[in-house]
């Protein structure tokens, strides 16, 4: 059984940063790219940025580029977020989410598994 487990985020001050990570296990993890995306309240889930099966392929939603970075460590079964520069509006549950391939989507519909979700809260 697939397990996606995130961690790192919290309570920030506007131009602060946190690193969100998310541990998976009971898959090939180095084979699949892995994505991740964001829910405010009351809105839509949102791609924030996609990373394919070696790493050598990512992508960042305009709101997030230049700020935001995603990585892949496949010894640790990890994918990462650095959020830099953080705004009040990057405020949102995140999650990291499996794909079924090697190459990310900024569909939400296209992941398989689903992480629980971290909360990210950046105050003005």
């Known amino acids: 059984q697939v397990q996606l487990v995130e961690s790192g985020g919290g309570l920030v001050q506007a131009g602060g940063s946190l690193r969100l990570s998310c541990v998976a296990s009971?898959?090939?993890?180095?084979?699949?790219?892995m994505g991740w995306f964001r829910q405010a309240p009351g809105k839509e889930r949102d791609f924030v940025a996609g990373?394919?099966?070696?790493?050598?392929?990512?992508y960042h939603a305009d709101s997030v580029k230049g700020r935001f970075a995603i990585s892949r460590d496949n010894a640790k079964n990890t994918v990462y977020l650095q959020m830099n520069s953080l705004k009040p509006e990057d405020t949102a549950v995140y999650y990291c989410?499996?794909?079924?391939?090697?190459?990310?989507?900024?569909?939400?519909?296209?992941?398989?598994?689903w992480g629980q979700g971290t909360q990210v809260t950046v105050s003005s």
């Open positions: 989410a499996a794909a079924p391939s090697g190459v990310w989507s900024s569909s939400w519909n296209y992941y398989n598994y």
């Open positions: 009971g898959h090939t993890f180095s084979a699949k790219a």
């Open positions: 990373i394919n099966w070696n790493g050598g392929n990512t």
